[in-house]
C-alpha cells in the first residue's frame, strides 16, 4: 500500500469523537462577548439609561437633569474609548441611541419615553430574526458561521443549518420576551422599575442566550464530519492492489 493510500485509510477511520472534538475547538475559539462588541461595549449600551432612570428618581424626577445625566455618561464612555484606542462601533452606536432616547424624552416631556427608541429596536429584532430562520437564512449562523472559519457552508449542512436556526428563535424569543415585559411597565408610567427591568433583561439576560446558542452551535456536529460521513469510501488505487498481490 501506498503511503498516500494509507493516509487516506487513516484520515477514514479516525474516531468520530475527534472530529467533534476539532469542531468543538473551534467554537470554544471564538469570543462570543467579542462577537456582540465585547463586554466593555455592552456596558456602554446599558449604563447610560441606568444612570438615566437613577437621576431621574432621586433627583425629583427632574427630567432635563436626567437627560443631561445620560448623554454625558455615554459621552465619557465614548472619550475613553478613544484615549484607550479601542473599537467605537458600539459605544457609538450606544451614544446614538441615548441621544435618540434622550430626545424622546426632552420632546414630549415624559420621561417614559425615553424608553420607546428601544422597543421600537426590539421590535425589528424580533422581525428580522424571526424571518431569517423561516426562510432557512438565521442571522446567528450569517454572524457566527465566518467566526468558526464555515463562513455560509452550513446551509448546506442540515445539523449545522438546524443549530443555528435553533439559536435564532432562541434570540427572537429574547427580543419578544423583553417587549412583553417592559411594555406594560411603560404603560403604566412606571420609570424606575422599567428601567431597573431593562437593565436586568440586558445584558445578563442577553449573556444567558448567548451562552445557550453557544451550546446549541457546539453540540452540532461540525461541517467537516457530516460532509466526510456523506462521501462514498474511494476504492484503493489499481497499483496499489497489483503491489499487495506481489
Given amino acids: 500500500m501506498t503511503d498516500d493510500a494509507a493516509g487516506e485509510a487513516g484520515r477514514g477511520d479516525r474516531d468520530p469523537a475527534d472530529r467533534d472534538d476539532a469542531g468543538s475547538s473551534a467554537v470554544e475559539g471564538v469570543d462570543l462577548a467579542a462577537a456582540i462588541g ?17 437621576v431621574f428618581t432621586l433627583n425629583g424626577q427632574d427630567l432635563k437633569t436626567a437627560v443631561w445625566a445620560a448623554l454625558g455618561v455615554a459621552g465619557l464612555l465614548a472619550a475613553l474609548r478613544l484615549v484607550r484606542r479601542e473599537p467605537l462601533t458600539q459605544t457609538l452606536a450606544g451614544l446614538v441611541g441615548v441621544g435618540i432616547a434622550a430626545y424622546f ?49 452550513w446551509r448546506k449542512d442540515p445539523p449545522r443549518l438546524r443549530a443555528y436556526t435553533y439559536a435564532t428563535w432562541m434570540f427572537a424569543a429574547l427580543f419578544g420576551v423583553r417587549l412583553a415585559v417592559q411594555v406594560p411597565l411603560w404603560l403604566l408610567d412606571r ?21 445557550l446558542s453557544y451550546l446549541v452551535i457546539r453540540a452540532a456536529p461540525p461541517p467537516a464530519q457530516h460532509l466526510a460521513d456523506s462521501q462514498p469510501d474511494e476504492e484503493p488505487p489499481e497499483e496499489s492492489v497489483r503491489d499487495v498481490s506481489d
Fill in 38 to 54: 465585547g463586554r466593555r461595549g455592552l456596558l456602554d449600551s446599558g449604563l447610560p439609561g441606568l444612570v438615566f432612570v437613577t
Fill in 105 to 153: 424624552a426632552s420632546r414630549t416631556g415624559e420621561a417614559r419615553n425615553y424608553f420607546i427608541p428601544g422597543f421600537l429596536l426590539n421590535i425589528g429584532y424580533v422581525i428580522a430574526y424571526a424571518v431569517s430562520a423561516l426562510v432557512r437564512w438565521p442571522i446567528v449562523g450569517v454572524l457566527v458561521g465566518p467566526l468558526l472559519g464555515e463562513g455560509l457552508q
Fill in 191 to 211: 420609570v424606575f422599575i422599567l428601567g431597573t427591568v431593562k437593565v436586568l433583561m440586558g445584558v445578563p439576560l442577553f449573556a444567558l442566550v448567548a451562552w
